[in-house]
């Protein structure tokens, strides 16, 4: 079966809040999909062909986050990595009827991309809209926000670099608050973001209608931090083995289009075995 070509000029919406930015005629459709991890370090000024400020979307979903900053910031480049393919493949097609060559997406964890392939120090902008907080209990090693990913988040970071990272998960806020102001000068929002009033991503648009209370917030790089020490320090956090909430799990089958789910689907991981502390 051929693929569905849509109109120019057509727009979509999710949950009656429209996708950023429209189809454009065919010929001007972009290329965006980065099949294949390269090995090593990602060598960005020749994968986007120019320099330009470099942003990473961690677990980026059908792309709607990620669309925003690309149409609003051409002069950035963007990657996007998820470790579900469907939703890689809908949002790179969601890219690519945009034009939007100032875009890549990758199937690839946040971790391993952060330790394996991203140099220190050179992104501009990391961001990582509602990870997975797993709820089973043999699922807790997959929780991604852990102190050592937030060293790895700092270490790919330029000094003063930003992080922005937003969950509808009280608990797993909870912690994430109590270890996020050793690696970043941390604040919390109290509003939407200016630019998506309506909601930032799919997820948040269900938590949103339902009522759920969406937590933000952003930080930059602490400069006084140099990667080694910043391992030390991370060595010496607790690690996310709280209870999660799985009253929380109809919004993860909501966010799948109703497929069931326990909590195993979502490609917001990344994440490593959690190891016991002394």
């Known amino acids: 079966m051929s693929e569905f070509i849509p109109e120019a000029g057509s727009t979509e919406d999710e949950f009656g809040v429209p996708v950023p930015g429209q189809v454009l005629p065919q010929e001007l459709w972009a290329r965006t999909a980065l099949r294949k991890m390269p090995e090593g370090v990602l060598d960005w000024d020749t994968l986007f062909g120019r320099p330009a400020e470099r942003i990473i979307d961690i677990g980026c979903g059908n792309g709607r986050s990620m669309l925003l900053g690309a149409l609003s910031r051409p002069e950035c480049d963007f990657l ?13 097609r969601r890219a690519n009827h945009r034009g939007l060559s100032n875009t890549r997406w990758a199937v690839i964890g946040g971790r391993e991309l ?9 992104i501009s902008e990391v961001h990582c809209y509602h990870p997975q907080p ?29 992080f922005v990272l937003q969950t509808d998960h009280p608990i797993y806020w909870s912690y994430m608050l109590k270890i996020l ?44 931090l140099d990667p080694e020490r910043a391992i030390q320090v991370a060595e010496s956090l607790p690690l996310p083995v709280f209870n999660a909430d799985r009253r929380l799990l109809e919004l993860d089958q909501l966010e799948q289009g109703g497929r069931p789910s326990a909590g195993a689907k979502r490609g917001r991981s990344g994440g490593r075995r959690l190891r016991r502390r002394r």
């Open 80 to 92: 996007g990595v998820d470790i579900l393919p469907v939703v890689i493949r809908y949002a790179t």
């Open 114 to 122: 952060l330790l394996n392939h991203t140099a220190s120090g050179s």
């Open 134 to 162: 797993w709820y089973r209990r043999d699922q807790v090693s997959r929780r991604l926000i852990t102190p050592e990913f937030l060293s790895l988040v700092h270490r790919a970071l330029r000094p003063g670099g930003r």
């Open 181 to 224: 102001p050793y690696f970043f000068d941390w604040r919390e929002r109290s509003g939407p973001w200016p630019q998506a009033p309506q909601g930032m991503t799919r997820r948040e648009l269900i938590a949103t209608q339902r009522g759920l209370q969406i937590f933000r917030g952003e930080g930059t790089a602490k400069c006084n």
